[in-house]
């Protein structure tokens, strides 16, 4: 592990909704989340901001070997935030592929800190 | 350009835990400098990728060789930096900065990883758990999606490969197998199965670069473009890495006035299924989301009008980061000299080389680099 500060987006509860920290350009209104010293597609300033707390599937696996720290399987995907970026994040429940397309929910974070999004309706 | 690939040169592919990785080095160096009957004080400059090789890697091989005294540059682009060396040689003897170049790759994968690489934890991929295959998974799923792509679809890509890999004596593995094989074996990051990801693997490439000499059969390179990724976000309609080969193919074949029908023999970075289906689609053997339908119809096996990966591809040579860039030019090499022996192109006068090295969360990719070649009589 690395002392390096952890990269991954925080989620917070606000108002009995997940959202998730980030940063967008004041000027192309450009999502991101991780802070830039500019915007990476029009060179503006950019602020932060909140995303969620739904999305769409854009692809999902299930990573099944071993990564150090983690004890597989588990189900994985990016999301495309409404209106926000497309984020990495853990699928709550059974370790098997979320259909594309699917709409789903930001859950607070678990224990590793990861970004965690479960289906909805489901 | 009037530069040429005088010779070229490998180690053996495969986990050689028990060897210095400058023995892969001395192996491919003196190979090449055989080939392009070169000797060791006519090297006046030295490219050499690795990702994870020891600071010092290229000197500490070199020297024991008496190539010392000149420019030994290395450079990273993770699966890509082989391919980067041999294009910063290429380009280097093209604007006579240098007159004869070795460029070389090497890894000994054997030291660093035991199971699949993970991105580096520094970002959010590489910090959230998702290992390097599963970043492929993510294309293949979406694929599947977009395109109706099987999952045997993607098991006729390693077949195709392993059963060229026969041919191959220096590959790491050199058995056939059925799509049912390769469907069974165990599931790595859903869609992709064990046999439809490359292996850890040790070894070194060389090529000895330098001017075209007329009268002479040579190599020369068409064309050599070597680009990084654009942003990959929200926006971004095509999956990971496809937007990044298909621009730097597009500037490779306008340099070479040549298009993707031009192409004789094709080695491509599958280091999984998916990824030589996503290559074959943006460098432009088929319509996009059509890459399934080249391997249903045999086109590119050995045999076919465009073979792609005769030498075995990454999924049966093995995949020493560093070095394949430089695997696949000496295969490249060897099917344009007529000497590639039972997985023989008939026939190839042109041929490709891409390498696409990625692992950076927010772009499309690290780099591409792709080298078009062509061989001439005198």
């Keep these: ?122 | 350009m009037n530069v040429a690939l005088r010779g070229v040169g490998t180690s053996m592919f495969g986990k050689q835990q028990d060897r210095h990785p400058s023995e892969f080095i001395w192996q491919a160096v003196i190979e090449a400098l055989e080939a392009a009957e070169a000797q060791v004080h006519q090297i006046d400059a030295v490219y050499l990728g690795t990702v994870f090789g020891a600071p010092g890697v290229a000197q500490r091989a070199l020297h024991a060789l008496g190539i010392v005294g000149v420019p030994i540059i290395t450079v990273e682009n993770a699966c890509a930096s082989g391919t980067t060396a041999l294009h910063e040689a290429i380009t280097a003897v093209s604007m006579d900065r240098f007159d004869t170049v070795l460029a070389l790759g090497v890894e000994k994968m054997t030291d660093q990883f035991a199971g699949a690489i993970h991105p580096e934890s520094t970002d959010i991929e590489g910090r959230s758990g998702l290992a390097l295959p599963s970043l492929y998974a993510m294309a293949a799923t979406r694929y599947q999606h977009l395109y109706g792509l099987t999952d045997e679809d993607l098991a006729l890509v390693a077949v195709k490969n392993h059963a060229h890999s026969v041919h191959n004596p220096r590959a790491q593995h050199r058995t056939p197998h059925t799509v049912d094989e390769v469907l069974a074996s165990r599931m790595i990051a859903d869609p992709l199965t064990l046999m439809q990801c490359c292996p850890i693997a040790d070894g070194a490439g060389a090529a000895v670069v330098g001017r075209q000499r007329p009268g002479r059969s040579e190599v020369v390179v068409r064309s050599s473009v070597l680009r990084s990724g654009g942003l990959w976000d929200h926006t971004s309609e095509h999956v990971w890495g496809f937007d990044l080969i298909r621009s730097t193919a597009r500037a490779a074949y306008e340099e070479a006035g040549l298009g993707p029908e031009d192409m004789n023999v094709i080695e491509c970075h599958d280091a999984f299924t998916i990824g030589e289906i996503v290559t074959t689609d943006a460098i432009g053997l088929a319509a996009e989301g059509h890459g399934n339908e080249l391997l249903r119809a045999g086109h590119t096996q050995v045999g076919g009008p465009q073979p792609v990966n005769p030498s075995g591809g990454l999924l049966s040579r093995g995949h020493p980061l560093g070095a394949t860039g430089l695997a696949q030019a000496a295969e490249i090499v060897w099917q344009l000299q007529g000497r590639a022996g039972g997985r023989q192109v008939d026939g190839a006068r042109i041929g490709l080389i891409e390498t696409m090295g990625g692992g950076v969360a927010g772009i499309d990719g690290n780099a591409c680099a792709i080298v078009i070649l062509e061989g001439i009589d005198p």
């Design chain 1, 1 to 122: 592990m690395t002392t390096t500060p952890d990269p991954r987006p925080v989620a917070e509860m606000i108002a009995g909704t997940v959202l998730l920290h980030g940063w967008r350009c004041v000027d192309c209104r450009h999502p991101l989340l991780w802070s830039t010293p500019r915007c990476p597609r029009c060179g503006g300033t950019v602020e932060a901001s909140s995303f969620g707390p739904e999305g769409v599937v854009w692809s999902s696996t299930v990573v099944r070997v071993p990564v150090p720290g983690r004890t597989p399987p588990y189900a994985m995907a990016y999301v495309d935030l409404d209106d926000g970026p497309r984020v990495l994040a853990h699928v709550d429940g059974p370790a098997e592929r979320v259909a594309v397309g699917s709409r789903v929910r930001l859950l607070e974070q678990g224990i590793h800190g990861d970004v965690v999004v479960t289906e909805v309706g489901v």
